[in-house]
């Protein structure tokens, strides 16, 4: 948002309609020929074995450095809260939980990320109902100025240029990762064809909703330059609720990230 201005959301949504044409061809792929090697396995088939061999080890190394960057970020949010132990040492306990998750029964599993994946859509969802609140001028508390769509096109829509969009690209795709799950699973559902359509399907609004929705209110409620935005330890959606008189906003959604990141991990591994 810093970088690209308001026109953020529009970077969000260019990403989304490129996950979505690549999941409907995926999903496709996947209801012919379920296969828990998914895309190398069709790169594979289809390229030949070194585009199989090359994408299945990219992807390998992909989740696998993910994993250690996932156990950082969960280690720095417990440091804030209790900075007796080193960040390392919540990384070590981080590591150990959800690796012990994944050594369970499969039951177990699910109800870990059950539970990790509701946390996140509740506090989306409550973000949404807040922003669009505020944005209707409907929200009595914070800052007088957080309310309406003044800041979008307060300072410039599209202040870098669309350069500058396309360069916020590169965030935006880092955001989208994990929709290909839903192929590499779909080899062990029991009804694979059926699971597959229903959950490439779902992505449509849920990319709509979640991501483009989120991001048009956050540009919507907080001017592009502020200062907060560029701050590593604040989040969006922080910086977002703080200015809307949101008590704790910072350590909310920081329990909420934390959430999120033992949820990609424990899918990573």
Partial sequence: ????????FVAYAIG???????????????????????????????????????????????????????????????????????????????????????LQDVKNYGEFEFWFALIKVIAIVLFLVVGSLAIMHLWPWGEPAVAGITNLTAQGFMPGGFSSVVTALLGVMFAYMGAEIVTVAAAESKNPAREIRKASNSIVWRIILFYVGSMFI?????????????????????????ALGIPEARHIVNFVVLTSVCSCFNSAL
């Fill in 218 to 242: 956050t540009v919507c409620l907080i001017p592009h330059n502020n200062p907060l935005l560029k701050d590593p330890t604040w989040g969006t959606y922080s910086v977002t609720l703080s």
């Fill in 1 to 8: 948002i810093y970088s690209a201005g308001p026109a953020a």
């Fill in 16 to 102: 989304g309609l490129l996950v979505l044409l690549i999941m409907r061809m995926l999903g496709e792929m996947a209801v012919m020929n379920p296969d828990s090697g998914s895309f190398s396995t069709y790169a594979d088939r289809a390229i030949g074995r070194w585009a199989g061999f090359t994408i299945g080890w990219l992807y390998w190394c992909f989740w696998t450095l993910l994993m250690g960057w996932e156990a950082y970020v969960a280690g720095k949010i417990l440091n804030s809260w209790f900075p007796f132990i080193p960040i390392w040492g919540y990384m070590l306990m981080v590591i150990i939980g959800l690796v012990w998750v994944n």
